[in-house]
C-alpha cells in the first residue's frame, strides 16, 4: 500500500516554542492532506485540509494563526505549532490522498507524531 | 448528537468468541464507509471498506443497512491480536472529501 512518512514520530519541547511537523506522501503525489489530532482516549478530530498551492481549510475551533499549514509540494505538507502551550500535547496525524484514478478513494495515514508540551 | 457513533466499550472477551460492533452515522449523504484499527500510540490502519452487500474478509464480516445508518462489524473466532480499538469511519459522496471518525469501540481478546 501507499506510504506517508512523518517527522518526528515524538516531540517534547517547552511552553512557549514552535514545533514544526512535516508529512510526506511518498510514492504518490497528493494534491490533498489532512490533519488530525487525537487526544488521549479520544477519537481522531479533523483539524484542517491541507491543498497543494492553496491555503489550508481549518475547522471549527481550529485556530488557523496557532497552527499553520504549509503545503508547498504535492508530497509535503507541513503543520507548525506556534506558541505551543501544554495543551497542544496531543497525537498529530496526517493523511495524504492519493490522485482520482489512483486507486481506491481512501486515505493513507502517517504514522503520527506525539507532541509533549512541558 | 456525533455525526458518528459507536458502541462504547470495552469489549473483554476470550479467545475465541465472536464479538460484534455497531456503529450508526447521521448524515444520510454519506456515501462510503470503512473500519479501521487502531493499535495503542498508532496510526489507524484500514481492517476493509463497508459494501452495500456486506463484505467478509477472513474472519472479519461488516454489514451496511443504509436505511437505517447503521453499520456493523463481526469478528469471529477473536484472536489476542485483534486488541485494539475499531474505528467507524464514514466519507460523503464527493472526492476528497475528509473521513469523519467515531470514537472507537476499545476490545480487549483476553487468553
Known amino acids: 500500500g501507499a506510504v506517508v512518512s512523518q517527522h518526528p514520530s515524538w516531540v517534547i519541547c517547552k511552553s512557549g516554542t514552535s514545533v514544526k511537523i512535516e508529512c510526506r506522501s511518498l510514492?504518490?503525489?497528493?494534491?490533498?492532506m489532512f490533519w488530525y489530532r487525537q487526544f488521549p482516549k479520544q477519537s481522531l478530530m479533523l483539524m484542517a485540509t491541507s491543498n497543494e498551492g492553496s491555503k489550508a481549510t481549518y475547522e471549527q475551533g481550529v485556530e488557523k494563526d496557532k497552527f499553520l499549514i504549509n503545503h508547498a509540494s504535492l508530497t509535503l505538507s507541513t503543520l507548525t505549532v506556534t506558541s505551543a502551550h501544554p495543551e497542544d500535547s496531543s497525537f498529530y496525524i496526517c493523511s495524504a490522498l492519493p490522485p482520482r484514478g489512483h486507486g481506491s478513494d481512501t486515505q493513507y495515514f502517517g504514522p503520527g507524531t506525539r507532541l509533549t508540551v512541558l | 448528537r456525533k455525526e458518528v457513533e459507536q458502541d462504547p466499550g470495552p469489549f473483554n472477551v476470550p479467545e475465541g468468541a465472536t464479538v460484534a460492533f455497531n456503529c450508526t452515522y447521521s448524515n444520510s449523504a454519506s456515501q462510503s464507509f470503512f473500519w479501521y484499527r487502531q493499535d495503542c500510540r498508532k496510526e489507524p490502519k484500514l481492517l476493509m471498506s463497508v459494501y452495500s452487500s456486506g463484505n467478509e474478509d477472513g474472519r472479519f464480516t461488516a454489514q451496511l443497512n443504509r436505511a437505517s445508518q447503521y453499520i456493523s462489524l463481526l469478528i469471529r473466532d477473536s484472536k489476542l491480536s485483534d486488541s485494539a480499538t475499531y474505528l467507524c469511519?464514514?466519507?460523503?459522496?464527493?472526492?476528497?472529501?475528509?473521513?469523519?471518525f467515531g470514537p472507537g469501540t476499545r476490545l480487549s481478546v483476553l487468553p
Open positions: 510514492d504518490f503525489q497528493a494534491t490533498t
Open positions: 469511519v464514514v466519507k460523503g459522496r464527493n472526492y476528497g472529501q475528509n473521513f469523519v
